[in-house]
């Protein structure tokens, strides 16, 4: 499959302050965002649309405790494929897609493994069911390295908008 080049879009600096903005809180009315970025509502809203529109702003999301839903542990696995084929990729990526558990699924290098996931989980009688009955019994997984995350010391979404001006 041949590789797309993505053409830039071209963003000032209020375009940015919208961005900085809604990054922080994806639920501001039009009338509190606009407040915040010093513009009126009805040029604000249609930046805003412009940007959907671009396909800058792909969603808003709702981002939920994991702690007070009782999901309290997070590990990051390491996974190494038996071959490095498209077909076998696309294997792990479509079934490890379907598991809720999974948050983040990347194809990496650099490792030992080829891919690394994050999940979450309430505890660690959960993890080790998904790993047994969930990961190792994908076809193609020939490895796994867990490690647990003790703390959260930066957790964000934000993209670094300042490499833009």
């Not at 009315?29 to 604000?44: D, F, I, R, W």
């Not at 290098?109 to 505890?123: E, S």
Request: glycine share 6%.
């Amino acid at each position: 499959m041949p590789i797309k080049s993505k053409k830039l879009v071209k963003l000032d600096r209020t375009d940015r302050r919208i961005l900085e903005q809604v990054q922080k809180n994806g639920a501001f009315t039009n009338q509190e965002l606009a407040e915040q970025v010093g513009l009126s509502p009805s040029p604000c809203l249609r930046r805003v649309r412009a940007l959907e529109e671009a396909g800058i702003i792909v969603r808003t999301v709702t981002i939920l405790d994991q702690k007070k839903l009782g999901l309290d542990l997070t590990a990051i696995i390491l996974i190494g494929m038996d071959r490095h084929t498209p077909e076998r990729f696309a294997e792990f990526e479509e079934k490890v897609s379907e598991y809720p558990e999974v948050q983040e699924c990347y194809l990496i290098t650099g490792q030992d493994a080829d891919y690394m996931l994050k999940i979450v989980v309430p505890d660690m009688d959960h993890y080790h069911q998904f790993l047994l009955n969930r990961i190792t019994r994908i076809q193609g997984v020939s490895g796994v390295h867990s490690s647990f995350v003790l703390r959260r010391v930066i957790d964000t979404n934000a993209l670094p908008l300042g490499y833009l001006d």
